[in-house]
């Protein structure tokens, strides 16, 4: 069984930083895709960035891009979010997920449907 667990979430002012964590179980992490994603209050969870099983392609959303950066640690079995010029709007729990097809296509790095395990979440504060 995959487990999935973050870290590193908390309260910040806007403008600050924050690394996400998340740390793997498992021998084969490097053959997989990593994603985040964040779900505020009352909305839907939504895609934020993902890293290819390789680490050669990211794909980011529109309203992070620029600001926030994926990386990949395939040694510690651990994937990364930087996130730098935080907003308010940032506010979110982020959780970690790892897709469920070893060496998939870049093409499906945004597709929810292909992330079969997720983690507990942390919870990203971003005060104004």
């Known amino acids: 069984q995959v487990q999935l667990v973050e870290s590193g979430g908390g309260l910040v002012q806007a403008g600050g930083s924050l690394r996400l964590s998340c740390v793997a179980s498992?021998?084969?992490?490097?053959?997989?895709?990593m994603g985040w994603f964040r779900q505020a209050p009352g909305k839907e969870r939504e895609f934020v960035a993902a890293?290819?099983?390789?680490?050669?392609?990211?794909s980011y959303a529109d309203s992070v891009k620029g600001r926030f950066t994926i990386a990949r640690d395939n040694a510690k079995n651990t994937v990364y979010l930087q996130m730098n010029s935080l907003k308010p709007e940032d506010t979110a729990v982020y959780y970690c997920?790892?897709?469920?097809?070893?060496?998939?296509?870049?093409?499906?790095?945004?597709?929810?449907?292909?992330?079969?395990?997720w983690g507990q979440g942390t919870q990203v504060t971003v005060s104004s």
């Open positions: 498992g021998r084969t992490f490097s053959n997989f895709a």
């Open positions: 997920a790892r897709q469920s097809r070893p060496f998939l296509s870049a093409n499906f790095l945004r597709d929810n449907s292909e992330y079969a395990y």
């Open positions: 890293i290819s099983w390789s680490g050669g392609t990211t």
